[in-house]
Structure formats: C-alpha cells, structure tokens
C-alpha cells in the first residue's frame, strides 16, 4: 500500500468530530500591543499534577500513546516526561472520572518542538486508532483527545508566523499572514502534517525538547482570572468578555500560555476532590526578580520547600518558582 494510502487509511479510522464548539476560540490570538510584549519568554511550566483513577491504565495511556517515559514510580504515583524532565505527575487518588460542568482544567496542552515531532505524535495515536479531533487554529497547529478519564490533552505545534489578526465583523475569524480569512478553528490538513514524518519509531520516546506550552482553564469568573495572572506578571493577550474568555502571554512570539473561560457557567465551582482532573501545576520564572514581583502583587500565599503555593480565583493550586 502507498504511504499516502496507508496515512490516510489509518489517519481515517482515527478521526473523531466531536469537539465544543466553542473549542474554536481556545487559540485566538490577537494582534494587539505586540509592541509591547516581551520576545523572550519569561516563565514555562513544570510538571503538571494530576489525579486519575487508576494508575496502570493513565501510564499506559501517557507511555503507549502519547510516547511519554515513565521516570519515576512510588506507590500511588507515578512520573512521566522525557528523558530529562517530568512533564506529568499522575496521583491515583480520584474515586470518579472527570466532571464536566466545573471549574478547573479545560485542557492541558503538551507542546512538539518541531513539525517533524508533532507528525510524530499525530502518528502515534493514528497508528493505536486512538480517537483524536484535529484543528488548525493559524497560531497552532492541534489535536484533542481524551485520557482514559476523560481529561482533555491538547497536542500542540506552535505556529505564530502564520497569524495575522483576529477578526471579529462578521462573527470570529482569523486573518493569516497571506490575507486570508479563517475559521478560528479551522480543519487541519493532516496530510500536509504527514509528510514531514519521516521514519517513524514508534519505540522512542517523545522528544526532550518537548514540554508543556500552555494550560486552558474554565473559570468560574473570567475578569478576576485574568486580573490574577496579569498580577502575577503575565502579559495580557485576548480579552473577549462577550465570549467569556480571555489569555495572558509568558513573552515570546506564541502568547497563548494560560487561557480561561466560562463556557462551563458562571461562578461554577471545582468538582469534588475525588474526581479525575488537575491536583496542581508549577511555574517556574526564568528569574528572581520576576518571582519577586509576583510575590509583592500576589500577597495571599503560602511558602514551603518546594516554592511558593497560591489559589486562582477558581481554586486552582500553583506553584511558583524560579530557575
């Protein structure tokens, strides 16, 4: 069989639709103030926390499908990333799959360093016929699929040369840099992605330049979120009240690093502590001084060994370090 056959054979039996529609909006991008933010990226993510039900299915769901490494295990918890870093904690504590409906974690979102390596994951969950929904949103390039309890994982390729502007006249489209208008959630052309496959081996691991690039929040307040991150030194990027939504930068050319809404409802509270979904998650500063800031314009937080420990206005924990 041909490759492109085969691709498509396989790429086919994979393909699920079944996507919010309001998932378009989870990358608009704008174009405003670009003069403004930063080109170098001022904090990343560590490791994201996350409870699950049942450890030996999520780590065959991260090592066999997503080609993470399993670095670490001890008891009800186990680590997975690269050869050289955690991406992902997993905690078997939850009694109940995820809840839809809540604040919390909309999506947490492992970024490819390249085109060749996100072919790679897209091949993968092609090759395992592991459901996925593929969108092209201009300033990324996306997969969504689900873990095995229904937590959302985003696969992303940035891609900010491609963006223009958001265009909001007629409804929510995106300008790309050649002067077409888009659907903000446009179909992705995986055949295109495929071709720079290469030889795949699917027995490696994902690469170690690999690493989480962006979390996406449902808030259950969208103004006091977005005060809150800014507060804590993030860029504001999109702020789109009558779209219950808005995201904050980490400098750099891709500015989508922590987004939140409300499409879920507002003033929704977190689900119960026993169900699947996100525990906690790490910032790491790339300085001091930027921790600093942060600290004197966030003061309600706890300190302990391992950094600094706050509560969102939704009631997600954080993190907070330097390096």
């Known amino acids: 069989m041909e490759r492109k056959l085969f691709l498509k054979t396989i790429l086919g039996a994979s393909l699920v639709t079944s996507m919010d529609g309001f998932a378009s909006i989870a ?167 495929m071709s720079h496959l290469g030889s795949p081996n699917m027995d490696k691991i994902i690469s170690n330049e690999t690493y989480i690039g962006h979390l996406h929040l449902y808030a259950n307040n969208v103004a006091k979120s977005n005060s809150f991150y800014q507060k804590m030194g993030f860029e504001s990027f999109n702020n789109l009240p009558q779209f219950m939504y808005a995201d904050v930068g980490a400098g750099g050319s891709y500015k989508h690093r922590i987004a939140m809404n409300s499409w879920h409802g507002v003033n929704r509270p977190l689900a119960s502590g026993d169900s699947a979904g996100m525990r906690h998650f790490n910032i790491i500063f790339n300085s001091k001084e930027k921790l600093d800031l942060a600290l004197s314009n966030l003061t309600d937080f706890k300190k302990k060994d391992d950094g600094y420990w706050f509560l969102d206005p939704s009631g997600n924990k954080i993190c907070l370090t330097y390096s």
Not at 58 to 63: E, H, Q, V
Not at 74 to 80: D, Q, Y
């Open 27 to 193: 990358h608009i991008i704008s174009d405003m103030n670009k003069e403004q933010q930063t080109l170098e990226k001022f904090a990343s993510f560590g490791a994201i926390h996350l409870n699950i039900t049942n450890l030996e299915k999520s780590t065959r769901f991260w090592t066999e499908i997503v080609g993470m490494k399993l670095r670490i295990t001890s008891g009800n918890t186990a680590e997975l990333g690269t050869d050289v870093n955690t991406l992902v904690v997993l905690h078997e504590t939850a009694k109940k799959k995820f809840q839809k409906g809540y604040s919390g974690l909309y999506h947490v979102a492992i970024h490819a360093p390249n085109i060749q390596e996100f072919a790679s994951m897209v091949y993968r969950l092609a090759l395992n016929k592991y459901p996925f929904s593929p969108v092209d949103h201009t300033m990324s390039k996306s997969v969504y699929l689900d873990d095995p309890d229904g937590i959302n994982i985003e696969f992303t390729l940035e891609t900010p040369e491609r963006f223009k502007r958001v265009v909001t006249d007629r409804g929510l489209s995106i300008e790309d840099v050649n002067g077409n208008i888009r659907s903000a959630s446009d179909g992705l052309d995986l055949d295109e992605v």
